[in-house]
């Protein structure tokens, strides 16, 4: 498992950055790979916060459907059972997002929808 970075070295690492020194300087300063301080950065700009984000929020923000695309889904499969996941696939029933049956079957999945013909 990953260790993550303390709050402490967090905030040295942005007050690094915002007086003007090259990230190659404060992975040296630090002791923390450059590549680890361009990721935090990053994600400081997107959030404007250091707080690390939870595990589930991270998977709800790679969703590729919204909740309530998910929910027709779902309430399209339940009512129409010799659908097939290809099928179901189709971007009119999916809130015009053209996804993989994969990812179709990982919804009806997730809804305790089991069974379904590939």
Known sequence: MRARLLDKVL???IRLKNEGMPVVKIAFVTGVHRGTIHQHLRSFELFTTTTQRTQSERNHSRRKLSDRDERNLVRYALFHPSETMKSLAK???CGGHK????????????????????
């Open 11 to 13: 905030n040295i690492i």
């Open 91 to 93: 971007p009119e029933l």
């Open 99 to 118: 996804i993989h049956p994969t990812t179709v079957s990982r919804i009806l999945k997730r809804h305790g929808i089991l069974s379904r013909i590939a």
